[in-house]
């Protein structure tokens, strides 16, 4: 079985209730038939203009300079990938068969970048010949549909994670692709062979097919394909991503005309990786319309970055993207819990996904669904046996005091000499009395900190221990003032206060640094108390309210490996404790710096094991 849906509190879940593709086995409406014909139209018609253009590809391909054996081979693996969906537009080759050679391809990296470093140079039977000589491994094709993607367009912690987790699962070899909307504020300076699809694509929305250009280009070696609609222009045409009156129509129309377009291309993917509430109503479309279209091997997963923001809108707007009102606005199906004349769209991605990766550095899986559901706990709790707790990562490959081109020494846990040149050469930097035997606190995004006059006190004792602070600089006017007010106080000795942005400076206060001050643990957006880790830095959590640096952490059953190692080493410390151990422990300070910096915290370690055991799961589902 698919997909199973649970009964609400107080109800059983049972046999008679079927499966959403099992309920809708009526002929398709007069629109879907419509649909398909245009489908049909715009598969001729990318044929056609594909043989007409022939002669003009095949001067332009001997035109380009070959690729280097191993030189780009990300690129080269995007390329393959595209010149494989012409292969099926063209009729050259199945969906099926499409689908199996894009796992081939990246499934065998290393001999695709030796064997198909002259593509440019072959015509598509060519490479196919070569590519049916690949055995197909066990890879997964993922496509992730979403409203973020770093660098594209970044406003939360949803854009590291998509680009963080993608990088991770190719490098692994898998095949990951992203589709995103064709913002007006996308800034496309980091991605590579931008360039439009010739041929429209349709996609159903409010009672009729509408045109879509289709964008496609290559970011960090991951395919992206960029989905702007011409007749709704103005839906993705704004300053900003989020916060207008009709996001419900914007972002219905993007998940529904992403699921068009994977079913037009003939993609098979082994999963639909879904995003918070914006994009959750690609599970009801699946399982209810586009299941039936060639997609039956594929599965749903949904991440849910936060509960906060869910979705609610009036029943009658499902009916904009095809879906069925009276049938979806139901107590075990989108009805909301609270206000019922509504319909939850986060609720509903719960319900039709197979499996829900919740992004959480901290917490279980029963503390959030108790505690931080914000109302979604019934069908949380319904559905615990698919939930999964999976902390956010951080990229390595910048972060890495062994290599970080911006530190004046490398160190690594096995060399910590380095850090303390760092640390001399920091604060030389910002006029800082050089003493490597200092304790040097950095606080890094002081805008998530609710800076009060307690913490000006604590700083202040602190700074009566021979400990110096370096505080980088917010967007709150405020609290830059008060930063600017208590550097004044302790008449600039002890205490430098940045307010600019300076990435090299960035790099070089956390490998100098003895302490990082954080919000929280839990802190998914700059990642900062990874990065700290990373740096031999520790991580310590301001409860500015307790009118002290303190973090409790709770003793609790399944957590992630991240949680378990830092309650266990930092997360009881305060400030002032944390300044003890270092001058009266020196030597066991320095051990447990040491075994937090081998810990591997990026987004290829626990996040990545996350993700790809519930896509194992799923795919016997």
């Known amino acids: 079985m698919a997909l199973a849906l649970g009964g609400t509190s107080g109800q059983s879940s049972t046999s008679s209730l079927l499966l959403p593709q099992q309920q809708q086995q009526q002929e398709y409406s007069a629109e879907y038939s419509l649909l398909e014909t245009n489908n049909a139209l715009w598969l001729l018609k990318s044929s056609i203009k594909q043989t007409e253009r022939s002669s003009l590809l095949l001067d332009k391909i001997q035109q380009s300079e070959a690729v280097n054996k191993l030189g780009n081979e990300q690129s080269l693996w995007w390329e393959l990938l595209l010149r494989i969906d012409s292969m099926v537009l063209t009729g050259l080759i199945d969906s099926a068969e499409a689908s199996g050679l894009r796992k081939t391809v990246m499934g065998n990296k290393f001999s695709v970048a030796l064997v198909f470093f002259d593509i440019r140079q072959k015509t598509d039977a060519e490479l196919l010949a070569k590519l049916r000589h690949f055995s197909d491994k066990n890879v997964f094709h993922i496509i992730q549909i979403c409203t973020e993607m770093e660098p594209l367009v970044s406003v939360g912690s949803l854009s590291s994670y998509v680009t963080g987790l993608s990088k991770a699962l190719q490098k692994k070899g898998h095949m990951v692709e992203v589709i995103l909307p064709k913002y007006a504020c996308l800034d496309l300076t ?72 994977i079913a037009k291309s003939g ?61 979806l606005h139901r107590p075990d199906r989108l009805q909301d819990h609270t206000m019922t004349h509504l319909v939850n769209v986060l609720k509903g991605g719960l319900v039709y996904s197979n499996k829900v990766v919740i992004v959480s550095s901290m917490y279980s899986k029963e503390r959030i669904i108790s ?27 910048t972060w890495d005091p062994s290599k970080d081109k911006f530190l004046p020494k490398n160190y690594s846990a096995d060399d910590l000499k380095g850090k303390s040149i760092c640390k001399v050469a920091l604060q030389q930097q910002l006029g800082l009395s050089r003493n490597s035997s200092t304790v040097l606190v950095g606080c890094i995004s002081t805008e998530l900190l609710d800076f009060d006059p307690n913490i ?31 550097q004044k106080e302790l008449k600039d000795e002890t205490m430098r206060f940045v307010n600019k942005y300076d990435e090299a400076l960035l790099h070089l206060i956390y490998a100098g640094s003895d302490i990082i001050l954080c919000q929280s643990f839990h802190d998914p957006l700059p990642q900062v108390p990874l990065k700290a880790l990373k740096y031999g830095a520790a991580p310590v959590a301001v409860t500015s309210n307790e009118n002290k640096f303190r973090h409790f952490v709770a003793h609790e059953q399944e957590t992630t490996r991240f949680s378990q190692f830092i309650s266990s080493a930092f997360g009881y410390l305060s400030l002032s404790q944390a300044v003890d151990e270092i001058k009266n422990n020196p030597s066991k300070w320095k051990q447990k710096i040491a075994d937090a910096m081998v810990k591997d915290f990026s987004w290829s370690a626990e996040c990545y094991d996350v993700h790809v055991s519930a896509y194992t799961a799923m795919k016997s589902l």
Not at 220 to 229: D, F, K
Not at 275 to 299: S, Y
Request: charged share 20%; net charge negative.
């Open 190 to 261: 980091e991605m590579q062979g931008l360039r439009e699809i010739e041929a429209e694509l349709y996609s159903y929305f409010n009672g009729q097919l509408h045109g879509n250009r289709i964008w496609t280009g290559i970011v960090h070696g991951i395919g992206v394909t960029l989905i702007q609609p011409l007749y709704y222009s103005s839906f993705f045409d704004r300053e900003r991503v989020y916060g207008y009156s009709d996001d419900f129509e914007r972002f219905t129309y993007f998940s529904r005309a992403s699921l068009d377009y």
């Open 267 to 327: 993609k098979q993917p082994d999963v639909l990786h879904i995003h918070n509430w914006e994009t959750a109503i690609v599970g009801p479309l699946f399982w209810d319309i586009f299941v039936k279209q060639g997609l039956g091997g594929t599965r749903v997963l949904l991440t849910c970055h936060d509960f906060d923001s869910q979705g609610l809108e009036q029943p009658d707007k499902l009916a904009l993207c095809g879906l069925d009102p009276a049938s």
């Open 371 to 397: 505690s931080f559901s914000h109302g979604l706990e019934p069908t949380l709790a319904i559905h615990k046996d698919k939930l999964l707790v999976s902390p956010c990562g951080f990229d390595n490959s």
């Open 456 to 486: 000006q006190k604590v700083v202040w004792n602190a700074t009566q221990k021979n400990v110096q602070f370096i505080f980088v600089g917010s967007k709150v006017t405020s609290v830059n003032g008060a930063l600017e007010y208590l």
